[in-house]
């Protein structure tokens, strides 16, 4: 990547300039020589693909001025000076000054070299990162982040788009880290109501009595404890959106109290009368089929058919594989300009792991993924450019053992480590499933 940058030199001195430009092209750099500081500063524009060193001593504008003016034009350009013998005080000045680095006269030309490549070094990380968002920012314009090019994906924009307006509630469905709450965020964001709040309510985590609170809110002095007025979610949600995550969890008597809110839309803080209308838009998620629920006697049906208005089903990740280049690139694009790393390129094997793999945690452990990419971990099995990967391709027993490995593990996963479980899952015996872990070095 480097010998795509330039390195520009200013030096009054004639064979001077000639020495420093060929040291610099010998290490496969290309360099440009200038006699004055003016005449290279017509050379440099904001994200300059390269670096400059600078006598300090010119006629005309000196080195000094000179850095200030290139910072001018791009804070982040490296400027390396070149001092006379002696100079240290002025060199010392003008790393105060936001030089990069400075070299002290008489030089040999690997001294030169090996600060020139450090600088190009770091010009090429900054010019990477500046790029990495401006295609970010593309993206996200574009795609309003619900990415996928999959006809799923592409059927669950159209929807979105289509009924993000219209007043009805929404059930979404599918399993952990399909992107669930993404899609309530783009339906409330793409509607009349984006204005308003978008409240989220895990239905697990409620139970009857801190339900009355959570939701309708109270007044000062409503019950022992309750010191201030409380603001519940439903109001809070008024004007926007109400999202009930985890609708599945929703205990029975829960599902009660919320049922007659569905229908009145009318809320009274508790300790108070006064009757406030609420006007919000529900979004529900569930993880499972309700009917299932409904079935079991576990979900009311009235509940189910009041919010089972129109709903939208986010497939898993192992059924659109198609989105997984895609998504990867983006979560990397992310997670590289986040944390300032540049981003990492993909082999062609890894990408047909990647491909091949089944993501049990979906679009969200393919996020950690990317993030592990660009930062380095290498994550079992999946990113790590072990011995394997440098040979030509996976043989057939390869693949298998992979896919093998990965549906033992994610079943142990799911079972919690239960050895009778995941054989009956997986319809072997204890003593082969035993086996196979040994084989795979799992654990259970
Ligand atoms: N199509 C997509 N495009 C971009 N990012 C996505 C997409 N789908 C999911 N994500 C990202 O993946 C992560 C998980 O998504 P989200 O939290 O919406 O999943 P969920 O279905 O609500 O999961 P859970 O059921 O576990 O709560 C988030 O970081 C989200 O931004
Ligand atoms: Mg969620």
């Not at 709040?197 to 009595?209: Q, T």
């Not at 280049?325 to 890894?350: C, D, H, N, V, W």
Request: with cysteine; net charge neutral.
């Amino acid at each position: 990547m480097n010998d795509k940058l330039t390195v520009i030199v200013i030096e009054d001195d004639p064979p001077m300039r000639l020495g420093c430009v060929q040291a610099i092209q010998l290490a496969g750099f290309n360099a440009l020589g200038f006699g004055t500081a003016e005449e290279a500063l017509k050379a440099i524009s904001p994200g300059f693909a390269g670096v400059v060193v600078t006598d300090l001593k010119l006629p005309g504008m000196d080195g000094m001025n000179f850095v200030e003016r290139c910072h001018d034009i791009d804070p982040d350009l490296p400027v390396i000076i070149i001092t006379g013998h002696g100079d240290i005080a002025v060199a010392v000045e003008a790393m105060r000054n936001g030089a990069y680095d400075f070299i002290t006269k008489p030089f040999r030309p690997e001294g030169l070299v090996d600060v020139v490549r450090r600088a190009t070094e770091k010009r090429s990380l900054t010019l990477e990162i500046s790029n990495l968002r401006q295609r970010l920012a593309r993206i996200e314009g574009v795609e309003a982040k619900l990415i996928g090019r999959s006809p799923q994906m592409q059927r669950v924009r159209h929807l979105v788009a289509e009924i993000a307006d219209a007043s009805v509630d929404v059930l979404i469905r599918g399993e952990t880290g399909v992107g669930k709450e993404l899609v309530a965020q783009a339906l409330h964001r793409l509607s009349r109501r984006r204005g308003g709040h978008f409240v989220a309510l895990n239905c697990g985590g409620i139970s009857e009595d801190l339900l009355d609170s959570e939701l309708f809110g109270h007044e000062a002095g409503a019950f022992s404890g309750a010191q201030k007025r409380r603001i519940g979610k439903l109001e809070h949600a008024n004007h926007g959106t109400l999202f009930l995550d985890e609708l599945e969890s929703m205990q029975m008597n829960v599902q009660v109290k919320l049922l007659r809110v569905l229908q009145d839309r009318v809320i009274e803080r508790v300790g108070s009368n006064q009757q406030i209308s609420i006007d919000c838009r529900i979004i529900a998620a569930a993880k499972t089929d309700l009917m299932d629920h409904v079935q079991a006697g576990t979900f009311r049906s009235d509940l189910y058919y009041r919010l089972n208005v129109v709903t939208i089903y986010l497939p898993p990740l192992r059924e659109r594989r198609e989105d997984i280049p895609l998504l990867l690139e983006y979560f990397m694009l992310l997670s590289a300009s986040r944390f300032g790393r540049p981003q990492p390129k993909i082999s062609t094997e890894q990408m047909n792991r990647l491909m091949a793999y089944s993501w049990p945690g979906n679009v969200r452990e393919l996020r950690n993924v990317a993030d592990c990419l660009v930062l380095g971990i290498p994550k079992e099995g999946l990113t790590a450019a072990d011995g394997r990967a440098g040979s030509a391709g996976h043989s057939l027993t390869e693949w298998v053992n992979d896919f093998e490995r990965n549906l033992i593990e994610n079943e142990l996963r799911r079972f919690g480590g239960n050895l009778t479980q995941t054989a009956n899952a997986l319809k072997v015996p204890k003593t082969t499933l035993h086996d196979k872990i040994r084989k795979y070095g799992l654990s259970a």
